[in-house]
């Protein structure tokens, strides 16, 4: 409910503040976000439900195949980019751009990629999907280095809320829990 309120606070803050000749493209980033969502959603129990099977593949295997199909998926959107690099860059910017573009695309996908492999495997489901929430927190941080100003109070306190929700279900997953036989004694004595 914590990390659920942080974000309602953070987004109420943002479209309060946005231009109302904004409404159309604020609607547009909101479906998109929602598909965005959706699609994480989907991704993050496949992944999980890959890795705890019994024939689960190597986490750096599972790891390159997704980042394959990634490039593949990237290259067919590749026609419907909006820029020529060639006319626009000198061939010392176009290097420096695509050099940067597999630094980060190597660091900030595939390696997040493989440690997500991991966490899956070795999280249950219930504590990595609210780990993903630092993500949006880091997000913000960029976004307000970005923009150059710091948040809003209310932004502030919806980044709080939420970093908040992450350490309660971790302060929740990590409780020591009975064995279920003695759960079930209990229950049986009650």
Same mark, same amino acid.
């Given at each position: 409910?914590? !990390?659920?309120?942080?974000?309602?606070?953070?987004?109420?803050?943002?479209?309060? /503040?946005?231009?109302?000749?904004?409404?159309?493209?604020?609607?547009?980033?909101?479906?998109?976000?929602?598909?965005? +969502?959706? !699609?994480?959603?989907?991704?993050?129990? =496949?992944?999980?439900?890959?890795?705890?099977?019994?024939?689960?593949?190597?986490?750096?295997?599972?790891?390159?195949?997704?980042? !394959?199909?990634? /490039?593949?998926?990237?290259?067919?959107?590749?026609?419907?980019?909006?820029?020529?690099?060639?006319?626009? =860059?000198?061939?010392?910017?176009?290097?420096?751009?695509?050099?940067?573009?597999?630094?980060?695309?190597?660091?900030?996908?595939?390696?997040?990629?493989?440690?997500?492999?991991?966490?899956?495997?070795?999280?249950?489901?219930? +504590?990595?999907?609210?780990?993903?929430?630092?993500?949006?927190?880091?997000?913000?941080?960029?976004?307000?280095?970005?923009?150059?100003?710091?948040?809003?109070?209310?932004?502030? !306190?919806?980044?709080?809320?939420?970093?908040?929700?992450?350490?309660?279900?971790?302060?929740?997953?990590?409780?020591?829990?009975?064995?279920?036989?003695?759960?079930?004694?209990?229950? /049986?004595?009650?």
């Amino acid at each position: 409910m914590l !990390i659920a309120i942080g974000v309602v606070i953070v987004n109420a803050a943002t479209v309060s /503040a946005a231009d109302v000749a904004d409404t159309a493209s604020i609607l547009l980033g909101t479906l998109a976000s929602s598909v965005a +969502l959706a !699609i994480w959603i989907a991704y993050g129990l =496949a992944n999980a439900a890959v890795m705890r099977s019994a024939d689960a593949p190597d986490g750096l295997q599972w790891t390159g195949l997704q980042g !394959i199909g990634a /490039a593949v998926g990237s290259l067919l959107l590749l026609p419907l980019t909006s820029f020529d690099l060639a006319d626009t =860059a000198s061939v010392s910017e176009a290097t420096r751009f695509v050099g940067w573009a597999l630094v980060m695309g190597l660091a900030g996908s595939w390696l997040a990629t493989w440690c997500w492999v991991v966490a899956s495997r070795r999280l249950p489901l219930a +504590l990595a999907a609210q780990l993903i929430v630092a993500e949006t927190v880091i997000g913000l941080a960029y976004g307000f280095m970005f923009e150059g100003r710091p948040p809003s109070p209310a932004e502030a !306190i919806g980044a709080a809320m939420q970093v908040a929700g992450v350490c309660s279900a971790i302060a929740v997953f990590s409780k020591p829990r009975a064995p279920s036989s003695m759960l079930q004694k209990s229950v /049986a004595q009650v």
